[in-house]
């Protein structure tokens, strides 16, 4: 039973983020035959929210290793190119986001593959009319159930998992099991008293946070720390992704440095899969940034392998933004402004 100031046990969740993983491994299994590597031109990834960051997390770790283009879409009507030759991947925990709907809608009758994950809904009822490859996500069993964006492992691991099948991710089964081992390593540091997640926290409360990663990995996972950020602590925060800030946003620290370093705090995450050109570029963020910020962190990603490190950075942030929402004495789970609170409406929490 979650405590009354995480009415979703959201904490629970998210530190559950390892064991979900390793079930998805074993549990989470496509129904019905997926089409053959060589009948693949494209991929197509569908999703928002917590479904659309899982098909950013797809593009920045098996993307640059597939022989295909892999594309991911976040809106109603998907991409022109998109025929019988595309693997079109539809993510979606309840079955029920408008925006995959509609494009899985538009893909299925251009005679595309659709490959579903779901738990139902209006995307699961489409999947089972086109007779397409599914992955059924478990329905929650509570009246509160754990928003989506708690259940990143359950989302992605199928899909790393198929396109190890297919031959379009080779090792990606490898990358899954050194990123369980570094998550749940990560998490138990995490889960001691006054952790560096708790410190951290401690700093940047009071200020909006600026997140700062390097590369596409990197920029990924700052978007998940800024995602986590609005909705667990209920506060703003921002993101960029070097090497593109340093050339345009970071003129923009030219002045009022007396009003930004009152309100701004920079945070800068940090990967082994650095170019070094932008790793370079660090060091010029932070003495172009000091006199402006209020505080300035550094986050270093571990773990052996892009999928462990950019799920260590994603699940250090997740936990930052707990920490932040207990500060503030907030409710980390329910986000009003984007669905119904549980108690008007359990079944649309975060309906993505």
């Given amino acids: 039973m979650a405590d009354a100031n995480d009415s979703l046990g959201l904490r629970d969740a998210v530190f559950d983020l390892p064991e979900q993983m390793a079930a998805a491994v074993r549990s989470l299994t496509v129904t019905g035959p997926l089409p053959a590597h060589d009948e693949i031109a494209n991929v197509l990834v569908l999703g928002t929210g917590a479904a659309g960051w899982v098909g950013d997390l797809l593009s920045a770790v098996a993307g640059p290793f597939m022989p295909v283009p892999l594309v991911v879409h976040k809106g109603f009507e998907p991409p022109s190119f998109v025929d019988a030759s595309t693997l079109v991947v539809a993510i979606s925990a309840s079955g029920d ?55 990143i492992g359950a989302l992605a691991i199928p899909v790393l998992k198929a396109f190890d099948t297919l031959g379009l991710f080779p090792g990606g089964r490898d990358w899954i099991a050194a990123a369980i081992d570094q998550v749940r390593t990560r998490r138990d540091q995490l889960a001691e008293p ?102 300035i962190h550094t986050v270093q990603a571990a773990g052996d392998g892009a999928l462990a490190q950019l799920l260590d950075l994603a699940f250090f942030g997740d936990v930052v933004a707990l920490e932040l929402a207990e500060r503030y004495g907030i409710d980390p789970g329910p986000t009003p402004v984007i669905a119904p609170s549980p108690a008007e409406d359990p079944a649309r929490v975060e309906a993505p």
Wanted: net charge negative.
């Fill in 97 to 151: 986001s408008p925006e995959v709907v509609a494009s899985a809608g538009v893909c299925v009758e251009a005679g595309a593959t659709l490959f579903a994950v779901t738990s139902g809904g209006q995307l699961g009822a489409m999947a089972d009319a086109a007779e397409a490859p599914t992955v059924f996500l478990p329905h929650a069993e509570s009246a509160t159930p754990v928003p989506p964006r708690a259940r």
């Fill in 194 to 295: 006054d952790s560096d997640a708790a410190r951290l926290a401690r700093s940047l409360a009071g200020t909006m946070p600026l997140v700062y990663g390097g590369g596409v990995l990197g920029g990924v996972a700052a978007t998940r720390w800024k995602a986590q950020i609005n909705q667990s602590a209920k506060s703003p925060a921002f993101v960029g992704e070097l090497p593109d800030v340093v050339h345009g946003e970071l003129a923009g620290w030219g002045q009022h440095g007396d009003i930004t370093r009152q309100v701004l705090s920079l945070v800068l995450l940090r990967h082994d899969e650095e170019p070094p050109a932008v790793a370079e570029q660090f060091e010029l963020v932070e003495t172009w940034s000091d006199e402006v910020m209020s505080s």
